[in-house]
C-alpha cells in the first residue's frame, strides 16, 4: 500500500510563496509517475502540475505556467510543488497524487493514490 502525506500550505497574502512537499512510503516512487491538482469549493478536482518519474518531463496548467515548479527528489521520495506570486484564485485544497509506472498524466481519473489534501488559501 502507498501512502502520500502532504505538508505546507496555509493562509498567505497575494504575492507571496509558499512550498507543499508530498512524500510516499514504499519503494514506488521513484517509479511512479507524480501529480498536483487543487480543488475549490463547488468545483471538481483540476490538474495543476504533473511530472514524470524520471523528473525530465513536466505539464502544467496555463493558469500556473510560470509561477509553479513541481519537482522530485527520489532520494527523499519527496514531490514538491514551489508556488510563486500567489493570487486569490489559487485558493483551494491541493492534493498529491501517485500512479506506479506511468508517465506525465493529467486526469485525476489515472491516479491511484492520494495525499490527505492541504488547503491554501490566499487573501487579497
Known amino acids: 500500500q502507498v501512502q502520500l502525506v502532504q505538508s505546507g500550505g496555509g493562509l498567505v497574502q497575494a504575492g507571496v510563496s509558499l512550498r507543499l512537499s508530498c512524500t510516499t512510503s514504499?519503494?514506488?516512487?521513484?517509479?511512479?509517475?507524480m501529480g498536483w491538482f487543487r480543488q475549490a469549493p463547488g468545483k471538481e478536482r483540476d490538474i495543476v502540475a504533473a511530472i514524470s518519474r524520471s523528473g525530465r518531463n513536466t505539464y502544467y496548467v496555463d493558469s500556473v505556467n510560470g509561477r509553479f515548479t513541481i519537482s522530485r527528489d527520489n532520494v527523499k521520495n519527496t514531490v514538491y510543488l514551489q508556488m510563486n506570486s500567489l493570487k486569490p484564485e489559487d485558493t483551494a485544497v491541493y492534493y498529491c497524487?501517485?500512479?506506479?509506472?506511468?508517465?506525465?498524466?493529467?486526469?485525476?481519473?489515472?491516479?491511484?493514490?492520494w495525499g490527505q489534501g492541504t488547503q491554501v488559501t490566499v487573501s487579497s
Open positions: 497524487a501517485a500512479k506506479i509506472g506511468a508517465s506525465v498524466l493529467i486526469s485525476p481519473d489515472e491516479y491511484d493514490y
Open positions: 514504499g519503494r514506488t516512487f521513484s517509479s511512479s509517475a
